[in-house]
């Protein structure tokens, strides 16, 4: 059942200290007479819509040694989230409607935040020929992100063709953008470092390469792009220039590029390791510059959960990829807030809102307007805390172990009950 | 010193050091009896993911004059995945008692890897990873070097040495241990190849000549030395045919008459002859190339010796 709560005395995005009142898993302007809730001191805590995550591995079906959607969702709601997007790149691939069903149920039964399908733009993210987004986007997950994500797609001709079929859907294509020619061999940033460590290069430019051939396909079909995981200061000027000429755009930028550089690639950890990889610090400072002033629309984590055999190993044998979910809030705050450079509403913006538009989730991003559901976030932006390897994620490819993070999410509201609550995950009611 | 991991490992003085220590290694090869007792219960395994059977039989032979024990390993073409097989078999030759793992594979970073998580306790010598770095390599060329351009070498650096390094620069290990080495040590270092093989960084530091005939005419180097092509770099277009490349930037008879008279010529081997070096070059009197491998069974006793015996450290 759904309680009714009154949420005391907590800042809301513009600064004002307010209550915010829940009834019956609604948002409330006013508590009614007659009613009782359960009142909470939420004195220095700060109340922002429930986040949404673009871009998350969930690795069920099929790896779930790694990720579960059930443990996926657990860190979800650790790092504040009330929708997340599992990616399509499992086992068999979420290329058809029964798989995105199945993606969509399992996120059903465990309960904790929205889980929101993206499907394949190509069968088996193999780059040959289109998936049926078609029946994906009509299923009961209805999906409206298609993104062969891990792989790009790189045929020009194809990926021309996959942005005139999604507008039939008010789809999206998610690209991630990476010249597989260019990046044969790639292990990180290319460049110096790359050079003095003997690790295969991954050049700026396969990135921007497709971002600006995409930007093209976009404005000739007038469909609509998202970019993931944006890495590079050139990728950046690239999306601003398109959207000064009304190209339909909108792009990502991971926690890890907005605040980790190639540099710590020196010590051949492959925690480290990502696609893209991590580089250099004229690029982070342009992200976030990018982020600030609106060029990039959300921090999306890419949440890579892989099990500790594919890390334990020689740089070039192990996998791609870092975890996110429970420290993306905190590298959002530091970002956006402690550097003095922009405010909560546009970390609300970025963390929920806009990334709820992209997907057209209705139920989502919608903060504290009457009459909608209660998916909220609460965090006290003056707790410090060291994150640790072991998350409530399956998997410990945690970058962020050892650094000292400001700001922290205390706790979560979905649909109007706590998911998580005093930093402690909270089991799904009736179950 | 407890591990050689890279060349940058090794300051000047470390470095004069291993190479003073070399040449005493070298001694004892000269003589009747080639052994020493010094390593004596001592066990050195030399762990190759690739195959290289110089090296491997370089570094057994060093071992052996130290009365070590040796196990060679070679993992190559196992069916396990390369990375669990690196923890997992030198866990399991630590187990069995090795005090030194000599580490060859395929990877950039491996042996810096195992030397620097908590797989194994054990001295770790890289032999060559990926295209990162072979130290050793290095070591035994400074040692050619310098006995080649100095009479007494013993105690002295390479200051006012110019070494020009030909080939394939973006993927050579021996070509950045090389650089590195050398450098230290005070030699002018230029580098010379294809610009599809020069990596910007190091286009940048402004020793790089595309040409080999400019490159022997603007250094006038006092050693030159000819990296192997890898057969792969052609197939994957860093330059056209071997017939090209053999053209611009091997070493030939007329490149041979264009350098100076006393001018060393090193390759660490095995040549691709009549392509990056023809025979006039490889048979001339200014090949050094038997010398590095004297000097390299003489380096890599110098280095056990460092790594076991806690000398120089
Ligand atoms: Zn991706
Ligand atoms: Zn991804």
Same mark, same amino acid.
């Given at each position: 059942?759904?309680?009714?709560?009154?949420?005391?005395?907590?800042?809301?995005?513009?600064?004002?200290?307010?209550?915010?009142?829940?009834?019956?898993?609604?948002?409330?302007?006013?508590?009614?007479?007659?009613?009782?809730?359960?009142?909470?001191?939420?004195?220095?805590?700060?109340?922002?819509?429930?986040?949404?995550?673009?871009?998350?591995?969930?690795?069920?079906?099929?790896?779930?040694?790694?990720?579960?959607?059930?443990?996926?969702?657990?860190?979800?709601?650790?790092?504040?989230?009330?929708?997340?997007?599992?990616?399509?790149?499992?086992?068999?691939?979420?290329?058809?409607?029964?798989?995105?069903?199945?993606?969509?149920?399992?996120?059903?039964?465990?309960?904790?935040?929205?889980?929101?399908?993206?499907?394949?733009?190509?069968?088996?993210?193999?780059?040959?020929?289109?998936?049926?987004?078609?029946?994906?986007?009509?299923?009961?997950?209805?999906?409206?992100?298609?993104?062969?994500?891990?792989?790009?797609?790189?045929?020009?001709?194809?990926?021309?063709?996959?942005?005139?079929?999604?507008?039939?859907?008010?789809?999206?294509?998610?690209?991630?953008?990476?010249?597989?020619?260019?990046?044969v061999n790639?292990?990180?940033?290319?460049?110096?470092?790359?050079?003095?460590?003997?690790?295969g290069?991954?050049?700026?430019?396969?990135?921007?390469?497709?971002?600006?051939?995409?930007?093209?396909?976009?404005?000739?079909?007038?469909?609509?792009?998202?970019?993931?995981?944006? !890495? +590079? &200061?050139?990728?950046?000027? %690239?999306?601003?220039?398109?959207?000064?000429?009304? =190209?339909? $755009?909108? @792009?990502?930028?991971?926690?890890?590029?907005?605040?980790?550089?190639?540099?710590?690639?020196?010590?051949?950890?492959?925690?480290?390791?990502?696609?893209?990889?991590?580089? !250099? +610090? &004229?690029?982070?400072?342009? %992200?976030?510059?990018?982020?600030?002033?609106?060029? =990039?629309? $959300?921090? @999306?984590?890419?949440?890579?959960?892989?099990?500790?055999?594919?890390?334990?190993?020689?740089?070039?044998?192990?996998?791609?990829?870092?975890?996110?979910?429970?420290?993306?809030?905190?590298?959002?705050?530091?970002? %956006?807030?402690?550097?003095?450079?922009?405010?909560?509403?546009?970390?609300? @913006?970025?963390?929920?809102?806009?990334?709820?538009?992209?997907?057209?989730?209705?139920?989502?991003?919608?903060?504290?307007?009457?009459?909608?559901?209660?998916?909220?976030?609460?965090?006290?932006?003056?707790?410090?805390?060291?994150?640790?390897?072991?998350?409530?994620?399956?998997?410990?490819?945690?970058?962020?172990?050892?650094?000292?993070?400001?700001?922290?999410?205390?706790?979560?509201?979905?649909?109007?009950?706590?998911?998580?609550?005093?930093?402690?995950?909270?089991?799904?009611?009736?179950? | 010193?407890?591990?050689?991991?890279?060349?940058?490992?090794?300051?000047?003085?470390?470095?004069?050091?291993?190479?003073?220590?070399?040449?005493?290694?070298?001694?004892?090869?000269?003589?009747?009896?080639?052994?020493?007792?010094?390593?004596?219960?001592?066990?050195?395994?030399?762990?190759?993911?690739?195959?290289?059977?110089?090296?491997?039989?370089?570094?057994?032979?060093?071992?052996?004059?130290?009365?070590?024990?040796?196990?060679?390993?070679?993992?190559?073409?196992?069916?396990?995945?390369?990375?669990?097989?690196?923890?997992?078999?030198?866990?399991?030759?630590?187990?069995?008692?090795?005090?030194?793992?000599?580490?060859?594979?395929?990877?950039?970073?491996?042996?810096?890897?195992?030397?620097?998580?908590?797989?194994?306790?054990?001295?770790?010598?890289?032999?060559?990873?990926g295209s990162?770095?072979?130290?050793?390599?290095?070591?035994?060329?400074?040692?050619?070097?310098?006995?080649?351009?100095?009479?007494?070498?013993?105690?002295?650096?390479?200051?006012?040495?110019?070494?020009?390094?030909v080939g394939d620069l973006s993927h050579s290990r021996v070509a950045?241990?090389?650089?590195?080495?050398?450098?230290?040590?005070?030699?002018?270092?230029?580098?010379?190849g294809p610009a599809t093989l020069a990596p910007?960084?190091?286009?940048?530091?402004?020793?790089?000549?595309?040409?080999?005939?400019?490159?022997?005419?603007?250094?006038?180097?006092?050693?030159?030395?000819m990296l192997r092509v890898q057969q792969e770099r052609m197939s994957d277009s860093f330059f056209p045919t071997e017939r090209e490349y053999a053209?611009i930037w091997g070493?030939?008879?007329?490149?041979?008459?264009?350098?100076?008279?006393?001018?060393?010529?090193?390759?660490?081997?095995?040549?691709n002859?009549?392509l990056e070096?023809?025979?006039?070059?490889?048979?001339?009197?200014?090949?050094?190339?038997?010398?590095?491998?004297?000097?390299?069974?003489?380096?890599?006793?110098?280095?056990?010796?460092?790594?076991?015996?806690?000398?120089?450290?």
């Amino acid at each position: 059942m759904t309680g009714n709560y009154l949420l005391q005395g907590v800042t809301i995005t513009t600064g004002e200290v307010r209550d915010v009142v829940i009834e019956s898993g609604l948002i409330v302007d006013k508590a009614s007479t007659g009613t009782s809730h359960e009142v909470m001191d939420c004195s220095g805590l700060v109340v922002l819509p429930g986040f949404v995550d673009l871009h998350t591995h969930l690795r069920e079906p099929g790896f779930e040694q790694s990720e579960t959607v059930a443990s996926g969702s657990r860190s979800a709601a650790a790092g504040g989230y009330t929708a997340i997007h599992a990616m399509a790149n499992t086992f068999p691939v979420a290329d058809t409607a029964g798989v995105v069903e199945q993606v969509a149920r399992l996120g059903e039964d465990a309960g904790l935040v929205f889980v929101q399908p993206i499907g394949a733009v190509t069968v088996g993210l193999k780059g040959e020929q289109l998936a049926e987004l078609g029946a994906m986007a009509q299923s009961k997950a209805r999906v409206r992100i298609f993104s062969d994500d891990g792989n790009c797609v790189h045929d020009p001709a194809l990926m021309r063709r996959a942005l005139e079929y999604v507008k039939a859907f008010d789809g999206v294509v998610a690209q991630h953008a990476q010249e597989p020619r260019l990046t044969v061999n790639a292990q990180m940033n290319e460049g110096a470092l790359a050079t003095k460590l003997g690790l295969g290069g991954w050049p700026k430019v396969a990135e921007e390469a497709i971002i600006a051939r995409d930007l093209m396909l976009t404005e000739l079909t007038g469909s609509r792009l998202h970019v993931c995981h944006v !890495s +590079t &200061a050139g990728s950046v000027e %690239l999306i601003r220039q398109a959207k000064a000429r009304g =190209i339909n $755009v909108s @792009a990502e930028v991971t926690p890890h590029h907005l605040l980790l550089t190639e540099d710590l690639a020196s010590g051949y950890d492959p925690v480290y390791k990502v696609n893209p990889p991590l580089r !250099s +610090t &004229a690029d982070v400072e342009a %992200l976030r510059e990018g982020l600030i002033d609106g060029t =990039i629309d $959300v921090i @999306a984590t890419d949440h890579a959960p892989h099990p500790k055999e594919s890390k334990d190993t020689d740089w070039a044998s192990a996998a791609f990829g870092m975890v996110g979910l429970e420290t993306a809030y905190s590298v959002a705050q530091q970002v %956006l807030i402690d550097s003095g450079k922009s405010n909560f509403e546009r970390l609300g @913006a970025v963390m929920s809102s806009n990334a709820a538009a992209i997907s057209g989730l209705a139920q989502q991003g919608k903060y504290l307007s009457a009459g909608s559901a209660a998916n909220l976030t609460l965090v006290d932006p003056k707790d410090s805390w060291d994150p640790k390897p072991q998350t409530l994620s399956m998997s410990e490819n945690n970058p962020f172990t050892g650094l000292k993070m400001q700001g922290r999410v205390r706790h979560t509201i979905y649909n109007g009950q706590f998911s998580y609550r005093d930093l402690s995950i909270m089991q799904r009611a009736g179950s | 010193m407890r591990h050689l991991l890279s060349a940058a490992d090794l300051d000047k003085d470390q470095a004069i050091k291993l190479l003073d220590l070399a040449e005493d290694m070298s001694d004892v090869n000269d003589r009747e009896i080639k052994k020493l007792p010094t390593l004596r219960g001592k066990t050195v395994v030399n762990l190759f993911f690739e195959d290289s059977t110089r090296t491997r039989i370089s570094f057994e032979l060093a071992a052996k004059r130290l009365s070590a024990d040796v196990i060679n390993f070679a993992a190559k073409g196992s069916s396990v995945s390369k990375g669990e097989s690196l923890k997992d078999t030198a866990q399991t030759l630590e187990a069995m008692g090795a005090d030194v793992i000599v580490l060859r594979h395929s990877s950039s970073g491996s042996a810096h890897r195992l030397a620097h998580t908590d797989w194994v306790g054990s001295a770790i010598v890289n032999a060559g990873d990926g295209s990162h770095e072979h130290p050793t390599q290095a070591l035994l060329d400074a040692m050619t070097i310098r006995q080649g351009a100095i009479k007494h070498p013993r105690g002295k650096d390479l200051t006012g040495i110019k070494v020009l390094i030909v080939g394939d620069l973006s993927h050579s290990r021996v070509a950045r241990s090389n650089l590195i080495l050398l450098t230290t040590l005070g030699a002018e270092v230029h580098v010379c190849g294809p610009a599809t093989l020069a990596p910007a960084s190091l286009v940048s530091s402004g020793r790089v000549h595309f040409l080999l005939d400019d490159a022997i005419k603007l250094v006038n180097p006092d050693v030159v030395m000819m990296l192997r092509v890898q057969q792969e770099r052609m197939s994957d277009s860093f330059f056209p045919t071997e017939r090209e490349y053999a053209r611009i930037w091997g070493l030939n008879k007329s490149r041979l008459a264009r350098i100076g008279e006393n001018t060393q010529i090193l390759h660490p081997g095995p040549m691709n002859r009549g392509l990056e070096i023809d025979a006039a070059s490889a048979d001339s009197k200014n090949s050094m190339v038997l010398n590095q491998v004297r000097n390299g069974v003489a380096v890599r006793m110098a280095v056990l010796l460092t790594l076991l015996s806690g000398e120089a450290s």
